[in-house]
T-cell receptor
Framework: AQSVAQPEDQVNVAEGNPLTVKCTYS??????LFWYVQYPNRGLQFLLK??????LVKGSYGFEAEFNKSQTSFHLKKPSALVSDSALYFC????????FGAGTRLTVKP | DAGITQSPRHKVTETGTPVTLRCHQT?????MYWYRQDPGHGLRLIHY???????DKGEVSDGYSVSRSKTEDFLLTLESATSSQTSVYFC??????????????FGQGTRLTVV
């Protein structure tokens, strides 16, 4: 069965520094990978996706993600973090269903 | 925002009672999902639907049933609520097209407390 793993429960970065939130995946065919963000007391919001094509995917709010087939990873990145980026981030993989990782809480400190 | 409405938004119920949560969409999307969100577990898939009357189990389906009699509505029923089903429940919708229009859109969630 397809799955994703987020190895870090918590990531802390200083404002202005680059950030990375890690995700690895396990699928039997071509991966359809996603990143979502959740702000307090809200539903999840779509950030970006990898379906096919370029390994570097750009998404909303300045986020990007790098697909690495050899390492089965899909890490979320941003060159310069903002305090407003503080939220819960989820990686997901899709077949007919959609499975999520356990989430990583990102805290950006001023 | 995608047209997804979950009802009720909050509910407190007693152990052993049946509970039904409703997800209504106005996007005519084929796929609908029910998830539960618990600290430390992220989102876990309960059931999903890939068309009217077409449903399948997810990771944590025990104690839950679903029905989809029309495209716009997907109902989640807790047959006999238990305290372990206290959670926040999210509905999501998506399409599945050759153009990769595959991302999911989420409702605002239903906070269910079983006492």
């Amino acid at each position: 069965a397809q799955s994703v793993a987020q190895p870090e429960d918590q990531v802390n970065v200083a404002e202005g520094n680059p950030l990375t939130v890690k995700c690895t995946y396990s699928v039997s065919g071509n991966p359809y990978l996603f990143w979502y963000v959740q702000y307090p007391n809200r539903g999840l919001q779509f950030l970006l996706k990898y379906i096919t094509g370029d390994n570097l995917v750009k998404g909303s709010y300045g986020f990007e993600a790098e697909f690495n087939k050899s390492q089965t990873s899909f890490h979320l990145k941003k060159p310069s973090a903002l305090v407003s980026d503080s939220a819960l981030y989820f990686c997901a993989v899709r077949d007919n269903d959609m499975r999520f990782g356990a989430g990583t809480r990102l805290t950006v400190k001023p | 925002d995608a047209g997804i409405t979950q009802s009720p938004r909050h509910k407190v119920t007693e152990t052993g009672t049946p509970v039904t949560l409703r997800c209504h969409q106005t996007e005519n999307h084929r796929y609908m999902y029910w998830y539960r969100q618990d600290p430390g577990h992220g989102l876990r898939l309960i059931h999903y639907s890939y068309g009217v009357k077409d449903t399948d189990k997810g990771e944590v389906s025990d104690g839950y049933s679903v029905s989809r009699s029309k495209t716009e509505d997907f109902l989640l029923t807790l047959e006999s609520a238990t305290s372990s089903q206290t959670s926040v429940y999210f509905c999501a919708i998506s399409e599945w097209t050759g153009r990769g229009n595959t991302e999911a859109f989420f409702g605002q969630g239903t906070r269910l407390t079983v006492v």
